[in-house]
């Protein structure tokens, strides 16, 4: 078993940056896929970055490229995702998930086996 927590959320002005972090535990070495997802009212649960844990490789969506960084802290065992340039439209439940993916399947919520509570992110204009 693997056991995330998000924190890191908050309420922030548009232009603002916000630094989510999710603090892992357990058996992690049984995955090789951390990720960050979010979740708007009414809308579906999104992929917004992934990170391949053993070699390090990451993605992006595109609606967040050059504005956020997913990192991972080997040594405290934690994730992080670094946001800048926050917009309204990022608003959303933001999750951290665990699981073992196939190449090019990082944005799809089924693979996850773990996930954190969420962690709620609010950009105002």
């Known amino acids: 078993q693997v056991q995330l927590v998000e924190s890191g959320g908050g309420s922030v002005q548009a232009g603002e940056s916000l630094r989510l972090s999710c603090a892992a535990s357990?058996?992690?070495?049984?995955?090789?896929?951390m990720a960050w997802f979010r979740q708007a009212p009414g809308k579906e649960r999104e992929g917004v970055a992934a990170i391949y844990t053993r070699l390090g490789i990451t993605f992006y969506a595109d609606s967040v490229k050059g504005r956020f960084t997913i990192s991972r802290d080997i040594a405290v065992n934690t994730l992080y995702l670094q946001m800048n340039g926050l917009k309204p439209e990022d608003t959303a439940m933001y999750f951290c998930a665990a699981g073992s993916t196939q190449f090019g399947s990082w944005t799809r919520p089924g693979v996850y086996s773990y996930w954190g509570q969420g962690t709620q992110v609010t950009v105002s204009s």
């Open positions: 357990g058996a992690t070495y049984s995955t090789n896929t």
